[in-house]
């Protein structure tokens, strides 16, 4: 009998199995896989002299490294050297830091950032604060769920738009009354401006990519699915190219599976590349994902599509038509997108966060199941008509779910949606167990690249920063801690075709390895416990230490 590379003892959840942790005593680790799970006395055969040990400690557990299955990576990455102002209380607070960044930069280039948040700010900001905090500064700040771009006076003229200029299908330029553009542009509108800044190019990307790769190791994430893309292009963009040099060089920290957008499935239908393919190496680490789409806008932003309105919201007024939210794609461009990328062998995915945008996604992708390596899939699936809650599991459509939102969402949802938002909102149990793939991602950058709050919200539906007069969001629609913890690891690898390879440590599976506090696995699950605060202290990939603390 060979022996083993590598043998962990401990408590360790290899997640074996349709259900629970699948806790066993130790693992023995070959060639990066594991070869075989068990009691130590099972695994003691394959230890030789040749056989390094790692023996837990009594207060650690191990566990599966994690796949973030929406996590922007090529973006996150850049957005760590840019303007953040999501801890920005109030408008003052924020223009102070615009100027701080606008007298530290070169006079002819952009100020980009993200964070702020209208409702936190009480209304909507205005170019003409931008003006005051960075006079002449071509300046475009996203809000918290990147699809809305705040904007200055020199931005909008960097992109042509002028009280003439009309609202872009799917997209809204706030206005004043005269029809002159306010400074914040909704949806497909904010390209008119975003399309004007320069890109990265893949010189500049590679670097941070890898940081970001570093830092999603040191918090137990070991791959991602990255929706893309830097910006509204044609070809396959810069951010392709960064990932098959990293991919080429053994330079990628953890795997990636990268998107392309509507206005890029052309060039990779041209390229004939398929869902599942690498990128560069055959054996290296990225590989095509999905063709993204957008059904719909966002909860926050008001353009959400729903069935039916949007609640009265006093001192907020909704421009004409858009009381249901908006589509961004119509649900026959969606199906005609779908299906055209399906026959090119290029799965889809479908951004859906209002319940008839959901709706319309599932429409759209129901004929492209099983046409495609990769599991179509719908992204956000914010809120759910109960009608269309089995459609999931029925028609082989992957809900791909960031828990996290409702940290910072649940307060504008409940007063947005009424009864609906408790009721169908978030209803992450009622997938599962409707025996639906449900994957879990952060979003980052729109969220922290931390996954343990998702995993603790999934649990509790609240946060330890609400008051405590706060109720649980749906509690109803909780999941267990083993069923966050595979929506976490296994079904991220279900979704991309490696559920026979990675998510799991079982026999056969990549040697993905986190060791984490025993305490965040064990003890009861409660906001700001030991499961939201988890830092894994030990992270293997292919058995090999990736991260230690």
Not at 490 to 511: I, M, N
Not at 527 to 543: E, F, K
Request: aromatic share 4%.
């Amino acid at each position: 009998m060979t022996a083993a590379d590598l043998v962990i003892t401990g408590r360790i959840a290899t997640l074996a199995g349709d259900a629970g942790f699948g806790w066993v005593e130790a693992i023995a680790i070959r060639n990066g896989r594991v070869i075989a799970s068990g009691t130590i006395a099972e695994i003691q055969p394959l230890v030789a002299a040749p056989t390094e040990q790692i023996a837990l400690a009594p207060d650690e557990a191990a566990m599966p490294g994690m796949t973030d299955a929406h996590l922007h990576l090529a973006e996150g990455a850049l957005s760590a050297g840019r303007l953040d102002l999501t801890q920005s209380p109030t408008l003052d607070d924020a223009l102070s830091l615009v100027a701080e960044r606008h007298a530290a930069l070169d006079p002819d280039g952009w100020l980009e950032g993200h964070g702020w948040d209208a409702d936190r700010w009480g209304g909507w900001p205005r170019a003409t604060d931008l003006d005051r905090a960075a006079p002449g500064r071509r300046v475009a700040i996203w809000a918290h769920d990147h699809h809305s771009l705040w904007v200055s006076d020199a931005a909008l003229r960097a992109g042509g738009v002028t009280a003439a200029t009309d609202d872009p299908p799917g997209g809204m330029i706030r206005r004043a009354d005269d029809g002159a553009p306010t400074g914040v542009l909704l949806e497909t509108a904010s390209r008119l401006v975003f399309g004007a800044i320069p890109r990265p190019s893949p010189d500049e990307l590679m670097p941070a990519i890898e940081a970001l790769g570093r830092e999603l190791l040191a918090v137990g994430v070991v791959a991602a699915h990255d929706p893309g893309a830097l910006s509204p292009q044609s070809g396959l963009g810069p951010a392709f190219e960064a990932y098959r040099r990293l991919s080429d060089a053994g330079r990628l920290p953890i795997r990636v599976h990268a998107s392309v957008r509507h206005e890029q499935l052309a060039a990779a239908i041209d390229a004939g590349i398929r869902s599942g393919d690498p990128i560069g190496d055959a054996n290296g680490r990225a590989r095509i994902g999905w063709l993204k789409l957008f059904g719909d806008g966002t909860l926050g932003s008001r353009t959400a599509a729903l069935l039916e309105p949007i609640e009265d919201e006093p001192g907020h007024p909704l421009p004409p038509g858009t009381e249901r939210g908006v589509f961004l794609t119509t649900p026959e461009q969606l199906a005609e997108l779908a299906g055209r990328a399906a026959g090119a062998r290029i799965s889809c995915q479908i951004h859906g966060i209002g319940d008839a945008a959901v709706r319309a996604a599932l429409d759209a992708l129901a004929p492209t199941a099983g046409r495609t390596r990769l599991s179509p899939r719908i992204e956000h699936v914010q809120l759910v008509a109960p009608d269309d809650l089995g459609r999931f599991a029925a028609q082989h459509i992957a809900a791909s779910v960031q828990p996290v939102h409702l940290r910072g969402d649940a307060e504008v949802a409940r007063r947005l949606w009424g009864r609906r938002a408790e009721a169908f909102g978030y209803p992450l149990a009622s997938l599962v167990r409707g025996g639906a793939v449900v994957a879990f991602g952060t979003d980052a950058p729109v969220e922290s690249i931390d996954p343990w709050p998702g995993l603790a919200m999934a649990v509790t539906r609240r946060d330890a920063g609400w008051a405590a007069d706060v109720p649980a969001f749906g509690p109803a629609e909780a999941l267990t801690l083993a069923e966050a913890l595979r929506a976490a690891c296994v079904a991220p690898a279900v979704l991309a075709a490696e559920g026979a390879d990675r998510g799991r440590l079982v026999p056969g599976h990549r040697a993905d390895v986190v060791v984490v506090p025993r305490a965040a696995l064990e003890e009861p699950v409660e906001p700001g416990g030991p499961l939201t605060t988890a830092r894994p202290r030990l992270v293997l990939v292919d058995g090999v230490v990736a991260f230690e603390a």
